[in-house]
Each structure stands twice: as structure tokens, then as C-alpha cells.
């Protein structure tokens, strides 16, 4: 009798703790996430500029509607030997977490050549995913990123922060200086961004993380043309979906 009960003791002492085992592996892994991918975000360069369209008046030969632009470029790298390539790189769930005062945000892919990715770029993407397949080389008017490790990148535009108008037959530089013309000040165009980033490889696993960004870079206004470079991703947790 004594020794049946033993044993049922040790049996459901055996449960708890193969239990509790698992709890702590669950918990361990909700918090710390995968601890080694085939890819990974290795640098996001931000680079924030001031960009405009002119339309001349009768009255004003520079009528020009001002808006301040953030090019995102994300590095996706291999950081491990794997046999394995990219298969697809999604980024979705774009959640604007802190609004800035003025202006409309919008969420561009980039349409053109390297010299021009976003001059014909207009549909806002801000409720949808941006896709790159994975190919033999970059090529971001296509959505497409090496399958080795490549760049991947998008837009963030605020528009409508007003129109610069001159009657005065002088050059124009596109940036920084032009919000302070129309009195904009960083605070008014300052917001933050979420959104999720999928790495999906040719054996068909996905990681999933989500990276969180504060824009513009901050001397915009002054240096006109800014750029930051962020390679601390002790913050984001990949998990496989």
C-alpha cells in the first residue's frame, strides 16, 4: 500500500516538474524570442530630407507644397551558415503611435531608380504590407531583395505642412531649410511608428519581430538633409509563426 502510494506521489511529482519545465521554456521563449536566425535586421539607415512639387502661379514663380520625407532602408543579412536563402521579407501592421501636430503621414514602396525611388510613388500603403521576394541581386523599384542578404526599404512622408511661395527668380534647395521658411519646428513634425518585419526562407520558416522608430532624425531642420543609423536590436524579439 505504502509503496503504491509512492509511487503515485512520484509519478505526479515527476508531472510537476516535466511541468514546470515547459512553463519556464514557454516564458523563456515569450521573452527572449528565437536566439538564432538564418537572417536577421543587421542596420536600419533613416535618412530624412524635405522634398516638394512646384506649381507656379501667375503671381509666384516658386509655389511649392512642402512635405517632409523618411526613407527607411532595412539590411537584412545571414547570421548564420545555413543553406537556406530568403524566400520573402513581408513588413505589415504599420501602427503610427505617436501622431505628429501637423500634416498627413502617408506610406510609399518605392517605384523608380536608385536616383529617384519615390518621385512616381503615390498609393498609400499605411493599412497594407509592403513584399519583397527574394531574387538573385536588390532591386527595390521591384520589391525584390537578394536571397543572400540584401536591402529592403519604404517611405514615410508627412505631407501638407504648407506651400513655400517667392516671386524672386533664386535657387531652390529641397530640405531642412525650407520648414524653417514656413515656420515648422521639429516638435510639430516629430511621430513614432511600429510595424512588424517577416523573414520568410526557402524551407518555408518564418520569424516574426517588430521594430519601433522615432522620426525624423532630429537635426533635419537645421542640417537639412539628416541621416542615423540604428544597430542596436537588443529590443526586438523574433519568434518563428
Known amino acids: 500500500m505504502k509503496k503504491n502510494l509512492f509511487k503515485k506521489c512520484l509519478f505526479f511529482i515527476t508531472l510537476a516538474v516535466i511541468f514546470m519545465v515547459v512553463i ?49 532602408y532595412m539590411y537584412i543579412d545571414k547570421t548564420m551558415d545555413t543553406k537556406a536563402t530568403i524566400k520573402e521579407v513581408k513588413f505589415e501592421n504599420f501602427v503610427i503611435t505617436d501622431v505628429p501636430e501637423i500634416g498627413k503621414l502617408k506610406l510609399l514602396r518605392p517605384t523608380g531608380e536608385i536616383s529617384n525611388l519615390y518621385t512616381y510613388s503615390e498609393q498609400d500603403y499605411l493599412d497594407k504590407a509592403i513584399v519583397y521576394q527574394g531574387e538573385v541581386i536588390d532591386d527595390l523599384k521591384s520589391l525584390e531583395i537578394s536571397n543572400s542578404g540584401g536591402i529592403a526599404g519604404f517611405r514615410f512622408a508627412l505631407e501638407e505642412l504648407g506651400t513655400f511661395t517667392s516671386n524672386e527668380n533664386i535657387e531652390i534647395t529641397y530640405d531642412g531649410k525650407l520648414l524653417s521658411n514656413l515656420g515648422v519646428t521639429i516638435d510639430q513634425i516629430e511621430f513614432k511608428v511600429s510595424f512588424d518585419i517577416i523573414i520568410t526562407t526557402s524551407e518555408d520558416v518564418s520569424f516574426k519581430g517588430t521594430i519601433n522608430l522615432d522620426m525624423p532624425v532630429e537635426t533635419v531642420i537645421e542640417e537639412g538633409s539628416s541621416s542615423r543609423e540604428i544597430t542596436d536590436f537588443s529590443n526586438v524579439i523574433f519568434k518563428r509563426i
Not at 44 to 56: A, E, F, H
Request: no cysteine; charged share 20%.
Open 24 to 72: 519556464s521554456i514557454m516564458i523563456k521563449y515569450e521573452v527572449e524570442g528565437e536566439k538564432v536566425l538564418p537572417y536577421s535586421v543587421s542596420k536600419i539607415l533613416l535618412v530624412s530630407t524635405v522634398d516638394g512639387k512646384n506649381n507656379p502661379t501667375n503671381d509666384a514663380i516658386w509655389n511649392i507644397g512642402i512635405k517632409q520625407v523618411n526613407d527607411v
